[in-house]
């Protein structure tokens, strides 16, 4: 009979080390939320794995008192991959940012996307390299100006969301570093998925690009600047006597103004499926931005699609199957040898 999982609490998640991020970033609040989660996953401490790159949310690792990797710039996503396909029952997550991620670790992120390999990958976007005192990023808006860049950035920025899609990844949600109850939800759904979870999580910079996010983390203006998503439910957002929502017809996305008490769906409000497996309907909601339309704040796209881990898991036991377990000395030793000699 197998023993039973102790019972875990946030606490035992906090390791000793001291937290060294600058205060009031939103960084905090993510450590806290998803120490407060991973208690309730039933796992014993010893099977989480947390693995970054180099950045400010890179320090994740050291303040998880669980296994972790602190690697190299933008290579975390080659680090879970080798970890997870090596000890598939370990429960892997990936801790990046922007600049981690989606430069010097572009081609590592979009390769693992496709892979669906089944891994948790957070992506902390406060759109500023923050770590290395504040050039502009990949997500950087057009216009911004810092000490990198005086005179504005001019490179188009990249959408986290639209990337994931377009890599072909089989769960893609947003979040904010401040609404609790919203990433706590989406870390539950990230963590059940069989497969790739990507995650972006819209948070503040306080020194270097304070306020990016300001109207969506304010719980005062969120109601106006966030749209909730909910599978099954109309995209409907807005206070009371500002009751709006979005039709969604052809590619294209419309702001349809609602009475408080009129049917969305009556009226032609496009009901949310996360589940459509092809990836348009998402990538539509990914270009949803300010001020024309809301930012979509939930999960966006959950397909199911076997996992890598399983695929090569099935490739070793057909092989093994037709050829035996194999010899790695007769391999070693085989035909296919050379001696040279001086």
């Avoid at 759109?127 to 005086?150: A, C, D, E, H, W």
């Avoid at 397909?303 to 090569?312: A, D, F, G, Q």
């Amino acid at each position: 009979m197998a023993e039973p999982i102790e019972k875990l609490t946030k606490k035992d998640f906090e390791s000793d080390q001291e937290v060294r991020w600058c205060p009031g970033c939103g960084d905090y609040s993510v450590l806290a939320n998803v120490q407060r989660v991973l208690p309730e996953l039933g796992i014993p401490r010893e099977n989480f794995v947390f693995v970054s790159g180099i950045g400010c949310s890179s320090r994740f690792p050291y303040y998880m008192n669980t296994y972790g990797f602190h690697t190299i710039h933008g290579r975390a996503p080659a680090f879970a991959t080798g970890i997870k396909i090596s000890r598939p029952e370990l429960s892997v997550w990936v801790l990046t940012g922007d600049g981690d991620g989606l430069s010097i670790g572009g081609n590592h992120m979009l390769h693992v996307l496709r892979r669906n390999v089944n891994l948790q990958i957070l992506l902390f976007n406060n759109r500023i390299y923050g770590l290395t005192k504040g050039q502009f990023s990949p997500t950087s808006r057009m216009g911004v100006r810092n000490k990198s860049i005086p005179m504005g950035v001019i490179d188009n920025p990249l959408d986290p969301i639209a990337f994931a899609l377009g890599a072909g990844a089989t769960f893609v949600a947003r979040t904010v570093d401040v609404d609790a109850s919203s990433m706590q939800h989406v870390l539950r759904r990230a963590y059940e998925h069989k497969g790739t979870s990507f995650i972006e999580i819209l948070q503040n910079c306080v020194v270097y690009n304070d306020g990016e996010w300001a109207e969506i983390e304010d719980k005062k203006t969120r109601v106006e600047a966030g749209l909730p998503l909910e599978h099954g439910k109309p995209l409907v957002w807005g206070a009371r006597g500002r009751r709006r929502g979005i039709r969604i017809e052809h590619g294209v996305a419309q702001v349809i103004a609602l009475r408080d008490d009129e049917d969305p769906v009556a009226a032609g409000v496009t009901v949310h499926d996360e589940k459509l497996e092809s990836p348009g309907y998402a990538a539509v909601l990914a270009t949803l931005a300010p001020p024309t339309f809301p930012i979509p704040v939930g999960v966006l796209r959950e397909v199911e699609r076997p996992s890598y881990e399983m695929l090569l898991e099935g490739q070793v036991h057909d092989a093994i199957e037709a050829r035996g377990p194999g010899d790695l000395r007769k391999l070693l030793h085989g035909s296919d040898t050379w001696t040279i000699s001086g």
